[in-house]
């Protein structure tokens, strides 16, 4: 990646080089701008054509009507949607790069934690960041990532990779891209936009998918993948692993002061797609016996499980899926 | 002020099919390449977004005031419709009965890259592209509009002076000094 990046302190070309390569891109070829210009000389042709001069005023009249009626729609549609400016939820961290909002292309503000995050507004994430869904839930953003707010129930993926985790119980959220929508059945997904592709890998629960060629589900332990073209593609994926190390690394912080070891080793599970098994009836009942003291602020559930059983009689070891707890001998 | 683009407008206005020829070809092509920096959308939405923004503008253009460039103008259009479109886009209706979901089976495809595009090629672009998008939104936004409109969409200086209303002299001094600030602003890493 950085074998292209040319030294800027030399002369100009290097940065004539550098905007027109970011900034230069071209999505339409001659066909389709030739499409395009029969169509719009069309409407141009009906509108200023000399055809067009003997039925101008009425068809003003009819675009005055046409723009009261529109604005009467509107706003009562604008009266019925106050939720719409409601925020999507607040930063709860921001790690390893700024948390970007942008109105437009050149004015932008960044969100630090405790910061509501607005609406229909673009958001860009240059680190790692951690939100709380206004209506339940955490939308974790990995770096690069570019999204918006529709609502505090729906967020617009652009570019990037998100993850999002609903406890139970929690409401409807839909996440939508180019592609379509997908919505979440009591649910740990990841989406993500690269290239016109979106995809999406379910760790629990199911997602609804439903997209230009059709609504179907799927399930935990599955990825999809939707082409520009619809065309939908799907393979098996594990829960856990290396796929996952950037959600895990985002994972919220868990206070284990005056909490019961068995409640973090769900957590512990939860976070790394993984489920405990206890090897032995003592370690089962240590597990649900022991209330925790201290913090593993800072650190990622595997390194906090270690840290927490060290002080412990009970020892652990992770096999694929499995986190195995025993009792030391 | 934008005395050609006015001049443009009107002999459209008169239905000079000409002036809609020149209008088209200066603008279409960069409206789609602006709108092609925001949006990740396909190029066949590109394309209905730029034509919708050409249309609209074409049934507007008697509210063409002049007081900004034409293509300051159906810049803000099409930012417009791609707000809609995005918004669109977000509330696709949904229609299918879940519970008939979940009982149906799975279909399993085999999973196709994409034909047209190295996935690593994309990847470095689109890199590339936040980069220069954080280095110009650290400037000035007069700078960051300057070199959008020279390096992206190719406006020549003199074109850039008259859209900024400014001599051909004072234009080719600004794009001096925001070329100085992009460089000063370049990150000297690039971003994992």
């Not at chain 1, 070309?13 to 001659?30: C, H, I, K």
């Not at chain 2, 159906?74 to 995005?86: D, G, V």
């Amino acid at each position: 990646m950085n074998e292209w990046r040319p030294d800027l302190r030399d002369d100009e070309d290097p940065v004539r080089s550098a905007l027109e390569l970011g900034l230069r891109r071209q999505p339409l070829d001659a066909v389709a701008l030739a499409r395009m210009h029969a169509r719009v000389r069309a409407e141009f042709d009906s509108l200023h054509g000399w055809r067009a001069g003997v039925r101008r005023w009425p068809r003003r009249l009819a675009a005055l009507a046409a723009v009261l009626a529109a604005f009467t729609v509107l706003a009562a549609v604008y009266l019925f949607q106050a939720e719409e400016g409601a925020p999507l939820g607040s930063v709860v961290r921001v790690e390893h790069g700024s948390l970007r909002t942008a109105t437009n292309l050149f004015r932008t503000h960044d969100l630090v934690p405790g910061a509501d995050v607005p609406s229909q507004e673009n958001i860009t994430s240059a680190g790692t960041s951690l939100i709380a869904l206004a209506h339940g839930g955490l939308l974790r953003v990995a770096p690069g990532a570019s999204l918006e707010g529709v609502g505090p129930n729906e967020v617009l993926l652009h570019s990037g990779h998100v993850f999002l985790d609903f406890p139970d119980g929690a409401g409807q959220f839909v996440l939508r891209t180019s592609a379509g929508s997908f919505e979440h059945i009591g649910t740990q997904f990841e989406a993500a936009v690269d290239g016109g592709n979106t995809r999406i890998r379910v760790r629990e629960g199911s997602v609804r998918m439903n997209t230009v060629a059709a609504v179907q589900l799927v399930n935990a332990g599955t990825e999809v993948v939707v082409s520009p073209a619809g065309a939908v593609a799907r393979r098996s994926l594990p829960t856990y692993g290396p796929d996952w190390a950037w959600v895990e690394a985002v994972a919220p912080e868990f206070e284990i002061e005056n909490r019961e070891l068995a409640e973090f080793l769900g957590w512990v599970a939860h976070e790394t797609g993984r489920h405990v098994e206890f090897a032995d009836d003592h370690a089962r009942d240590v597990a649900s016996h022991t209330r925790l003291h201290g913090s593993v602020h800072g650190l990622a559930p595997l390194a906090a499980l270690e840290q927490v059983l060290s002080t412990t009689s009970l020892a652990y070891e992770v096999h694929e899926e499995v986190i195995r707890v025993s009792s030391r001998r | 002020m934008y005395q050609e683009d006015r001049q443009l407008v009107a002999r459209m206005l008169a239905g000079d099919a000409r002036a809609f020829d020149a209008f088209f070809a200066s603008y279409a092509r960069r409206l789609a390449a602006f709108a092609a920096r925001r949006t990740a959308f396909p190029a066949a939405s590109i394309e209905d977004l730029v034509q919708t923004t050409l249309i609209k503008a074409i049934r507007s253009l008697d509210r063409f005031r002049g007081e900004a460039a034409l293509f300051t103008w159906l810049c803000e259009i099409c930012r417009n419709e791609l707000i809609n479109m995005q918004r669109a886009a977000a509330r696709r209706p949904e229609h299918e009965d879940i519970d008939a979901l979940v009982e149906s089976d799975e279909t399993l495809l085999e999973l196709r890259a994409s034909d047209d595009t190295d996935p690593l090629c994309a990847l470095e672009m689109s890199s590339h592209r936040s980069v220069i998008a954080e280095t110009l939104n650290g400037l000035p936004e007069r700078y960051a509009r300057a070199l959008e409109w020279k390096y992206g969409d190719g406006f020549s200086v003199d074109e850039i002076a008259r859209m900024l209303g400014l001599t051909t002299i004072a234009a080719q001094s600004l794009l001096a000094r925001a070329r100085v600030a992009f460089k000063q602003s370049w990150p000297e890493e690039q971003p994992p």
